[in-house]
């Protein structure tokens, strides 16, 4: 079961605009990764931040980390209709590295 | 990264029936996982294949369910056994890379009937 939630469940936007993903744990990390899934395919990694980094950026996306909140956001700047997609967050704890996913969002970006 | 291929993309079975799923890596990896995710949920393991020993299963699955093969260190595979409508899901593979990034195949849609 997933040990942690994503918020909002579902997001409406229109293009252009900015979506804010966020996701909450409740153990400590190694690292934490997102990623995109399109219409129930296969997963596409988005960005991995680790424990010790508190921001990262990859082209419009950023990804920031707070671990004393134990908490992530995932912002997308300049949607577009392609964006359209699911995103989950997913942590990784100790050696095993097993990923623990989030419930995910939904994202509708609106043309 | 790596490039992970998925056989069959998508069946449907009737219940009682077995399906093996293969997963392939075009690199040699150490730590490769299978996923399950039902209908609108999120993904959940199922277990880490172990090369050259037993699977590792997480709790609530069993090895007779879904037994798992990892002959070597590109090439997996996972059989759903006496396939139930329960059944009906997403399985996805999964490899460790050395940067610690996780990539994913493109994932098997089961429909059993």
């Known amino acids: 079961s997933q040990q942690g939630e994503e918020d909002p469940q579902a997001l409406s936007i229109q293009e252009g605009e900015n979506a804010t993903m966020n996701c909450s744990y409740k153990t400590s990390i190694n690292n934490l990764q997102w990623y995109r899934q399109n219409s129930g395919r296969g997963l596409v990694h988005l960005i991995l931040i680790r424990s010790n980094e508190r921001e990262k950026h990859s082209g419009r996306l950023r990804v920031t980390l707070d671990t004393s909140k134990k908490s992530s956001s995932l912002l997308i700047t300049a949607s577009r209709a392609a964006d359209t997609a699911s995103y989950f967050c997913?942590?990784?704890?100790?050696?095993?590295?097993?990923?623990?996913f989030g419930s995910g969002t939904q994202l509708t970006v609106l043309p | 990264s790596a490039v992970i291929s998925q056989k069959p993309s998508r069946d449907i079975c009737q219940r009682g029936t077995s399906l093996t799923i293969q997963c392939q890596v075009d690199?040699?990896?150490?730590?490769m996982f299978w996923y399950r995710q039902q209908p609108g949920q999120s993904l959940t393991l199922i277990a880490t294949?172990?090369?050259?020993?037993?699977?590792?299963?997480e709790s609530g699955f069993v090895i007779d369910k879904f037994p798992i093969s990892r002959p070597n260190l590109t090439f997996s595979t996972l059989t759903v056994s006496n396939m139930s409508p329960e059944d009906s899901s997403i399985y996805l593979c999964?490899?460790?890379?050395?940067?610690?990034?996780?990539?994913f195949g493109p994932g098997t849609r089961l429909l059993v009937l």
């Open positions: 999964s490899v460790l890379a050395g940067d610690e990034t996780q990539y």
């Open positions: 294949a172990n090369q050259g020993s037993e699977a590792t299963y």
């Open positions: 690199s040699q990896v150490t730590m």
């Open positions: 997913a942590r990784v704890k100790g050696s095993a590295r097993q990923l623990t």
